[in-house]
């Protein structure tokens, strides 16, 4: 199935289109369990199989350019996690995600507690 997009806006790396995304770190918060970080992990290796883009975990929020958390942002079965960025010349320069703790994503099940099938990775990765 072919996917049809856009490359547009700003990226990792040199704000040049087509070229590598370079070394982004990301890293979580306390919130984050152990079944979450392994999906993260498998998020970004499958975004760097596919782009040429490499990933690097390191220990604190403080030094990354991704932040992970979970929040209490609107309860069971509405939005699922919120995004925000900033950027500058066309070159992101940092990213934080935070999922909602009480739709109880679930990467070991892939649902959540209101019953929607879920796939964490995508989640992950899509999350805007």
């Known amino acids: 199935m ?3 997009f856009s490359l547009e806006g700003a990226k990792w790396g040199s704000p040049e289109l087509g070229t590598a995304g ?3 770190t990301w890293a979580v918060d306390n919130s984050i369990s152990q079944a979450e970080l392994q999906s993260i992990n498998a998020a970004f290796a499958e975004w760097s199989e596919v782009a040429n883009i490499q990933f690097q975990q390191v220990a604190s929020t403080a030094d990354s350019d991704i932040d992970f958390a979970n929040s209490a942002l609107d309860g069971a079965g509405n939005v699922l996690g919120v995004t925000g960025f900033s950027y500058a010349g066309g070159q992101l320069q940092s990213a934080e995600i935070q999922f909602d703790s009480g739709d109880n994503l679930s990467a070991s099940s892939r649902s959540t507690r ?3 099938r879920l796939d964490w ?3 992950t990765t899509t999350t805007r």
Request: proline share 0%; aromatic share 0%; no cysteine.
């Open 2 to 4: 072919a996917i049809d």
């Open 22 to 24: 370079g070394t982004v």
């Open 114 to 116: 209101s019953g929607m």
């Open 121 to 123: 990775v995508t989640t």
